[in-house]
């Protein structure tokens, strides 16, 4: 956002100053700004189209062609700085150090040191031309050799035959050798001009050659190891973005074919070594393939293919048609994944619960109930807890809209140059953004920050729509009056717009007070034992981890292990050396053995010889001696001809050296220790991906030297693992003790002593509802902790753990009872919360979670109600549970898509009121001493 608004304000300053002497040295900052702007985010690059067209109004007389010329030329430089700058340079120096060091057995970073040499050189000689000794030749050969240095290095590295090679190339050559005949002498100094902006935009671009510096120190946060020119063109390349298809390509009825792409390398210790081939899809090939395809995604991991159906009016069944497509590009993809987004910045914004496109989350709202209703249903029906009471609740009645759009149409009518302009930004910061992300549903979390730059631009419109409002006035109102006209349209436009808003959306957009990434992730290091291993699953968990013991110092004997990371091998090779106060540790594998795509997936076999698929085998033995061989007997072929390596069994054994998990107080005295773990991994799994392969080696090298925990046993199921870990506080622990819950002592310790809860002590500060999803986690984990005392016979001690909780986290700030999506999960883990409270004798603090939860639970089922004809809650859950199982029942479209909240709103309350019988008038019993 900050280098979007600086190169605009840019070429307005150099608009300003073009006629006087130096004025270019604005457009030679402006790449400048935009080579350092790619460290940021690529969205800068947008503003170039609007950045011609002012370069174009203000040195040419406007034509109709001439305005189509220069939109085409800002979208063609464009399209130059992301393929040549961004991507080819890189890939360039990355291509000539494989050469020269592969070839001619010099050392790393030979080649691509030469690289930029030679571009500098050819750089400098390109900008020593002068007029007055022009030479038309020079130009053609100059042009020659910079296709030279830019193409024939990716050329030479890239997958195809020779020929397609050598004819891409030549055709190359031809282009440059004709450009040079455009390049006249009157036309010398854009030349340069061109060079000028081009060597800036590399020197700003440039300042991603720290990652290598970084990268080569072996620091503790090394993503993707950026330690040579190679591991540096991928991490430019953003390949762990994948690829979709934008103009052209299939539907998701039919997926799109793999071929292979180029050889990938990868730093050996003496040379670079093949590390596999590139997959990549072939858009084009599939039968269906058709222009903008909008539906394209065949996965329906996070409910894609459910969503072109529900946005486009598709039937199960039915194959997509162009006018689905269309419907699906206007409904989800700007509707949903753009409008929306704007209208809550300048119209209102129904409360902050992440949005599925039902009519209760996260939708757009103008404040005025009539429209409102109209669309979305009653929302005075709507819980508090989403409404009222929900700081991301935001009304602004459409004043910032409409005085947004009444300064575009006065800017279109007074300058329409300008608008122009306006109008290009506007486009290419928002329209084009959702054109070129081709967006698959459902999106893993909202994406409004995608398109600030066209909330920028729309608000240089309400600017303007001030000025319209003062000539109205001046017109209408005061006779003339220019001096009053001003303070009415400033006064009248400041308290209708900037106050309202700040007034309705300062609140849910404060940070100020709120420590809760630091403090979960205290919490979840806290927890753990010195020394151990943390497995963290998931970017929310993992970058506060990193920032608590990178910045902050907590806990660093703490190794953190990112579980989305290990399926690669520059991440597991992190692991062979030291981090912090953290020692390195064994993983069975071999750099070798991992390199590239190796092992990326390994695959269950059942006719491996000597392996009885009822038995259990040694861990450490399958993976090291028959998972990490590449001899025939344990690997086969796969259709694609590739090698695959095998794993010859779904269940496995772990030893337990009693005495070192007594010595270094893994288990406890009194605990029934088993003599080996048995890992049994579902029958259905086909094959161990390279992260599961990396968990079970490091478990089984361990041999229980070091603590092995975790942030969630949710992930851990499918590798066997869940029925061994214990609850410490926040973290779990792998302990050799079946069902071993909760370390009872040590968790209330940490509890009590050691847990911070994100300062939600404090009255006033806001939580999202991704913060209040962590909060739940800490509620839960201290429901867990109470149940596990109060079955140890500690009521007391659990009574404390629960009232520690609610001391120290405000209902006013994180209420027991709250709507949630996903399935009622918030009130859940309260109801949880609630029966450790009952169950420990703490009637006081269930009296209070009682009575949240319960008015949370009603207000739902009101709700729910309201969206369709039936009137009673029983027969309302008994349709919802109908529809759930297939069988049909009678709700209504709006009240089909909550049926799973409609059900677990009614069995909570259902439950709520039995225990409310069970307890009531019971009084608290002490335990004894």
Not at 367 to 396: A, V
Not at 914 to 922: L, P, R, S, V
């Amino acid at each position: 956002a900050f280098f979007t608004a600086l190169v605009f304000w840019a070429i307005l300053k150099w608009e300003h100053h073009a006629d006087q002497p130096g004025a270019d040295k604005w457009i030679v900052f402006i790449f400048y700004m935009m080579g350092l702007s790619i460290g940021v985010h690529l969205l800068n690059l947008l503003t170039i189209s609007a950045i011609v067209m002012v370069y174009y109004f203000r040195r040419f007389k406007p034509t109709t062609w001439g305005i189509v010329f220069a939109l085409l030329t800002g979208i063609v430089i464009t399209g130059l700085v992301q393929v040549v700058v961004i991507q080819y340079t890189i890939k360039g120096a990355g291509a000539f150090d494989i050469f020269f060091v592969n070839s001619l057995s010099l050392p790393f970073f030979s080649g691509f040191g030469l690289y930029f040499v030679l571009l500098a050189a050819l750089l400098t000689w390109g900008l020593l031309f002068k007029e007055e000794k022009y030479s038309p030749l020079k130009i053609r050969l100059w042009m020659v050799l910079f296709v030279l240095i830019i193409a024939l290095p990716v050329l030479i590295n890239s997958a195809g035959g020779g020929g397609g090679k050598f004819f891409k190339l030549l055709i190359g050559l031809a282009i440059a050798w004709c450009a040079g005949y455009i390049i006249k002498q009157h036309a010398l100094r854009q030349f340069k001009m061109a060079l000028w902006c081009f060597a800036f935009m590399l020197l700003g671009y440039s300042t991603y050659f720290t990652t290598l510096i970084r990268s080569n120190a072996d620091v503790s946060v090394d993503m993707y190891n950026v330690d040579n020119p190679v591991s540096l063109v991928g991490y430019l390349s953003r390949d762990q973005y994948g690829d979709w298809p934008i103009l052209y390509g299939p539907d998701f009825t039919d997926p799109a074919p793999t071929i292979e792409g180029a050889d990938v390398y990868a730093k050996g210790k003496n040379n670079y070594e093949v590390a596999g081939k590139a997959i990549v899809q072939d858009w084009g090939a599939a039968p269906s393939a058709h222009i903008f395809p909008r539906m394209w995604n065949p996965s329906n991991d996070r409910h894609e293919v459910d969503t072109y159906r529900d946005f486009s009016g598709m039937s199960e069944g039915d194959q997509p048609t162009m006018s689905d497509n269309i419907k699906y590009f206007v409904r989800y993809q700007t509707g949903w994944m753009y409008l929306r987004y704007f209208m809550w910045n300048f119209s209102g914004k129904q409360n902050d619960l992440e949005g599925f496109g039902n009519v209760r989350d996260g939708n757009a709202i103008t404040g005025i109930s009539f429209i409102d209703d109209m669309f979305l249903g009653d929302q005075s029906k709507l819980p508090d807890s989403i409404h009222k009471n929900n700081k991301s609740y935001n009304r602004m009645y459409l004043l910032p809209f409409i005085l947004g759009i009444a300064g575009l149409v006065f800017q279109a009518l007074k300058a329409k140059r300008d608008f122009i302009v306006t109008a290009l930004l506007f486009f290419f910061t928002g329209f084009a953004i959702v054109l070129y992300l081709n967006q698959a549903g459902l999106q893993p979390r909202e994406r409004d920050y995608a398109y600030a730059g066209s909330f920028y631009v729309f608000a240089l419109w309400i600017g303007l729509g001030v000025i319209w409002v003062k000539e109205i006035l001046e017109k209408f109102a005061f006779k003339g009056k220019a001096g009053l006209a001003n303070y009415a349209a400033a006064g009248l436009c400041f308290l209708a717009v900037p106050v309202l808003m700040g007034s309705q959306e300062w609140d849910d957009h404060d940070r100020s007070k709120k420590t809760l990434a630091r403090d979960l992730a205290r919490d979840y290091l806290e927890s753990c034992p010195p020394n151990a291993i943390l497995f963290s699953f998931g970017d929310n968990d993992t970058y506060p981890l990193w920032y608590a013991q990178e910045v902050e110092g907590i806990r660093p004997d703490v190794r953190v292990m990112v579980n989305t990371l290990l399926g690669t091998d520059w991440y597991m090779n992190e692991l062979r050396y030291k981090v912090n106060e953290s020692a390195p540790f064994d993983i069975i594998f071999t750099p070798e053995q991992i390199m590239g795509d190796k092992r990326n997936v390994s695959y269950f076999v059942n006719d491996v010889p000597g392996y009885d698929k009822s038995k259990y085998y040694d861990l450490y033995s399958v993976l090291k001696n028959v998972t990490g061989s590449d001899e025939p007997a344990f690997t086969r072929q796969a259709g694609n001809g590739n090698t695959v390596n095998l794993v010859p069994t779904h269940k496995f054994s772990v030893p337990v050296d009693l005495n070192t998990v007594r010595t270094n107080g893994t288990v406890h005295e009194g605990d029934s220790v088993v003599s080996e773990l048995h890992l049994d991994i579902p029958e259905q799994r086909n094959f161990l991906v390279k992260n599961d392969l990396a968990i079970l080696a490091i478990i089984a090298a361990n041999k229980w030297n070091r603590p092995i925990c975790f942030t969630s046993p949710q992930e851990l199921g499918d590798l066997g693992l869940s029925k061994y870990v214990r609850l410490r506080g926040l973290s779990y622990q792998l302990v050799p003790v079946l069902n071993g819950n909760v370390d009872n002592d040590v968790a209330y310790k940490t509890i009590m002593e050691k847990f911070t809860y994100g300062n939600a002590s404090t009255p006033g500060v806001y939580y999202d509802e991704e913060n209040r999803r962590h909060l739940n986690s800490i509620k839960f984990a201290h429901a867990q902790i109470a149940m596990s005392l109060v079955d140890a016979g500690k009521k007391d001690s659990a009574r404390k753990v629960l009232e520690h909780f609610d001391q120290n986290v405000l209902e006013s700030n994180f209420p027991y009872g709250m709507t949630s999506n996903q399935g009622n999960l918030h009130d859940y883990f309260s109801f949880r919360f609630l029966q450790a409270c009952y169950e420990s004798g703490d009637l006081t603090l269930a009296a209070k979670v009682t009575a949240s939860l319960k008015k949370d639970l009603q207000q739902q089922m009101t709700y729910y109600k309201s969206l369709g004809d039936i009137m009673r809650d029983e027969e309302l859950a008994a349709n919802a549970n109908m529809m759930l199982q297939g069988k049909g029942g009678n709700l209504s479209d709006r009240q089909a898509r909550f049926a799973q909240d409609i059900l677990s709103t009614y069995q909570l309350l259902m439950q709520m009121a039995e225990w409310d019988k069970q307890y009531h008038g019971n009084s608290i019993k002490k335990e004894g001493p």
